[in-house]
């Protein structure tokens, strides 16, 4: 969740005028406590030693949190971009900016998706169920964000 809370963090600060994004670029969210879940799921039902690929099966479009998120904390959003306009918008940015966009380049701009189908297709036959990644379960995040600090709604 690192990925998802500082990028939102990065953006609620209105620091960067433009960020890349592919239109069809996914989030793969997963609460700490449905991976622990699947974890216990896999290891206390004596399935085999070997390695497995915990990530939800429905992804969430990277836009909408993006949309929702900057409704929740009052920031400006981003315009999206291109990979292409970004690189000259970034000339404009100072190193540091510049470095803290990077890291997320990969999951906005080339619609990463991980494998699990061997991981997915055991947890299925075990009954194991995700929990919904919707509006709801993104505002509790985005409450809790605020309630620590860490993302600060901003008054305007």
Do not use: W
Not at 118 to 131: E, M, N, V
């Amino acid at each position: 969740f690192k990925t998802f809370y500082e990028c939102l963090y990065i953006c609620s600060l209105e620091l960067i005028n433009e960020i890349p994004l592919n239109t069809k670029a996914v989030a793969n969210l997963l609460p700490v406590d449905c991976v622990a879940q699947a974890i216990y799921t896999l290891s206390a039902k004596g399935i085999e030693n070997g390695v497995y690929h915990i990530t939800n099966p429905n992804n969430t479009s990277t836009i909408s949190v993006l949309n929702l998120a900057s409704k929740f904390f009052q920031f400006r959003k981003p315009k999206f971009v291109t990979f292409r306009q970004y690189k000259r918008y970034e000339t404009s940015l100072s190193l540091h900016l510049k470095k803290m966009v990077e890291i997320y380049l990969p999951y906005y701009n080339r619609g990463t998706l991980f494998n699990s189908d061997k991981t997915q297709a055991i947890l299925k036959k075990l009954d194991f169920k995700y929990r919904s990644i919707n509006d709801k379960f993104l505002g509790r995040i985005f409450r809790f964000c605020s309630y620590k600090g860490f993302i600060k709604i901003n008054k305007k």
